[in-house]
């Protein structure tokens, strides 16, 4: 089992540009999650997706941010334009069966917006 | 609003000891409550999975227990190792969401 795959590890870019973060799910897990943490509000919900539909994205912070999941295989998170601000790690979850399963997580794509 | 705080912050034990990690949680409606552990530059892995009629669970050295009435959780952590040493988050999924509430973590180190 590949666990839940994360790409880039890491990412730096200028201001105003375009990042896409990507994500492969567990196979088979239903649901899937972007958190974001930062040394000053811990780890944060944006959004989640239950069979590829977007459930919640009320912890999205801004228009800048968009998520998709175009397949029960592939998801991405997308700022545009970045700023400063949104420096931080991404993480992607995901669960089989929802809220009384543990999540599986990846190894987080570390954000540095210059 | 579901505030989840995990204290201490910060622990240093030398090997050998038992330990305890406490989280508390300020909405007592909630399914179930989650222990992770993060090691540097990871993601979390998910330690131990309490649902709301659950007392405890148990997975070889760790135990964690829920007191949904009093809004509290403890991890104890038996014969503390080097290889324990990490940051350890609970988290509650609350009834209104399906949505995990971290606490901020507690940073143990376990010394040899």
């Known amino acids: 089992d590949a666990g839940v795959i994360q790409s880039p590890r890491h990412e730096v870019t200028e201001m105003g540009q375009e990042v896409t973060l990507r994500c492969k799910p567990i196979?088979?897990?239903?649901?899937l999650f972007w958190y974001r943490q930062t040394m000053m509000r811990g780890l944060e919900l944006l959004i989640y997706f239950n069979n590829n539909v977007p459930i919640d994205d009320s912890g999205m912070p801004e228009d800048r941010f968009s998520a998709k999941m175009p397949n029960a295989s592939f998801s991405t998170l997308k700022i545009q334009p970045s700023e400063p601000r949104d420096s931080a790690v991404y993480f992607c979850?995901?669960?089989?069966?929802?809220?009384?399963?543990?999540?599986?997580f990846g190894d987080g794509t570390r954000l540095s917006i210059l | 609003k579901q505030e989840v705080t995990q204290i201490p912050a910060a622990l240093s034990v030398p090997e050998g000891e038992n330990l305890v990690l406490n989280c508390s949680f300020t909405d007592s409606a909630i399914y179930n409550l989650q222990w992770f552990r993060q090691d540097p530059g990871k993601g979390l892995t998910s330690l131990l999975l309490i649902q709301s009629s659950q007392r405890e669970q148990t997975s070889g050295r760790l135990n964690a227990s829920l007191d949904k009435s009093s809004g509290r959780s403890t991890l104890y952590i038996a014969a503390s190792q080097p290889g324990d040493s990490a940051t350890y988050l609970c988290?509650?999924?609350?009834?209104?969401?399906?949505?995990?509430?971290f606490g901020t973590g507690t940073l143990l180190a376990v010394q040899p």
């Open positions: 979850a995901s669960s089989f069966l929802g809220i009384n399963q543990p999540q599986h």
């Open positions: 196979s088979g897990h239903d649901y």
């Open positions: 988290a509650v999924t609350p009834r209104a969401t399906n949505k995990l509430i």
